[in-house]
């Protein structure tokens, strides 16, 4: 192949291939120089040098391959004094990362978006280290360009998600219209989720319409504080699950009584095996039956599932008056059923009742924080796990918000 006719392929500004050293059956080195010499820009202070040139080496450098051969560019790098501090650095390439050109390094950043990194790491020859840092690298410059100054949300959810072992969370905040989370950071609570309201700003804070929760009492004062108009609207499956976890709490009240007085009818409905039928929601044969026999084998267990059955009620009507006066019925049983559990839940609804019934104001969830949940679950055990949070912040990004590679294609 002539050289001119390599130098085409290889499309590098202002660069020719002048030799080619080596062609094996895996791997292609060719010496290139500059076509129009340039002045050598400093790597230290970013400065143009127009005097003399220190010295001048040669680094090898990784581009994409051809033909399915990895291609080795070895380039003429010239050192100069710096200005600033009189240390001699080797000069700037714009389209060099280290010992891989930019695309290439683009290359990883893409096949990381969508395998793990010893995946990305076999396809192209290189070390799981060695990945991670060309990774790292791309993920930090793009982060400076993307998520240095978050764009306001409209609509936006907030969860937390554990990343390690021993209470170890992250925070994710959910764009809800754009479905990507905008921003993250280490930790959880009130401290965590007040650094991205400072982000945005007073004005940026206004113009926040709602923000669904699953009602950590951290975000709801944080987005009290700054996004003052802003409906909180608590999470209606965060809700339902605290009233199955009521219910599952006094089933196993009433369990352990039965077991003890040798009740086997009743301990054969209440096992852990027949649990699914206690905690479904929509109405079936098989709990019908199961309600039945706890209306005459035990009445405590029983009052707990219709006050649960009752409070399904306050969300299958669209009319927020309609709720308001279900959700303030429903309080009132709870607090007189004398079933301790409940009692508690019934307290904890009314002092969030106005968090409830916003959902019927602006009709949002955290649905997707939980299915971006899942994604980010998934991270960890893909990457054999992560040592450094800051690394894991930035892969959420990659793969469920600003930083993924879809996003520009």
């Given amino acids: 192949m002539r050289l001119d006719t390599i130098t085409e392929l290889l499309g590098i500004p202002n660069y020719k291939v002048t030799h080619v050293i080596q062609n094996d059956g895996s791997s292609l080195h060719f010496i290139i120089d500059q076509i129009k010499p340039l002045p050598p820009v400093c790597s230290g202070c970013g400065r143009v040098h127009a005097g003399g040139i220190h010295s001048i080496g040669a680094n090898m450098v990784e581009d994409l391959p051809i033909s399915g051969k990895r291609v080795f560019l070895h380039v003429p790098r010239r050192k100069v004094r710096c200005l600033e501090d009189g240390t001699i650095r080797v000069e700037e390439i714009a389209w060099i990362r280290k010992r891989f050109s930019l695309r290439f390094a683009e290359q990883v950043y893409r096949l990381t978006a969508i395998a793990t990194n010893q995946e990305a790491g076999w396809y192209l020859g290189l070390d799981d280290e060695t990945v991670y840092r060309i990774d790292k690298c791309m993920l930090e410059k793009l982060a400076q360009e993307r998520l240095d100054s978050p764009v306001t949300p409209t609509l936006m959810s907030v969860d937390e998600v554990s990343w390690q072992k021993r209470h170890k969370y992250v925070t994710n905040v959910i764009d809800i219209e754009k479905r990507k989370v905008i921003w993250n950071h280490n930790g959880r609570g009130k401290y965590v989720l007040d650094k991205f309201y400072r982000k945005l700003g007073p004005e940026g804070c206004e113009n926040i319409q709602a923000v669904a929760s699953d009602g950590a009492r951290g975000f709801l004062s944080s987005t009290k504080a700054f996004a003052k108009n802003a409906l909180i609207v608590l999470n209606h499956f965060h809700v339902k699950k605290n009233l199955n976890d009521a219910l599952d709490m006094v089933r196993k009240e009433e369990l352990r009584k039965a077991q003890k007085e040798n009740n086997d009818e009743l301990s054969q409905i209440l096992h852990c095996n027949q649990r699914f039928i206690l905690m479904q929601s929509k ?36 009319d927020q008056k309609m709720a308001r006066t279900n959700l303030k019925e429903w309080i009132i049983a709870a607090m007189k059923s004398k079933i301790s559990a409940f009692v508690e839940l019934g307290n904890k609804f009314f002092r969030k009742r106005h968090f409830i019934l916003n959902y019927f104001v602006c009709n949002i969830t955290t649905a997707i924080s939980e299915g971006i949940n899942n994604k980010i679950k998934r991270l960890s055990p893909m990457a054999y796990g992560f040592k450094d949070v800051y690394y894991f912040l930035l892969k959420i990004h990659q793969h469920c918000g600003m930083l993924n590679p879809r996003l520009s294609t």
């Fill in 283 to 318: 109405k079936s044969k098989r709990k019908m039956d199961v309600l039945n026999k706890l209306a005459v084998l035990n009445e405590r267990i029983y009052q707990a599932m219709l006050l649960k059955e009752q409070f399904l009620a306050v969300y299958k009507t669209k």
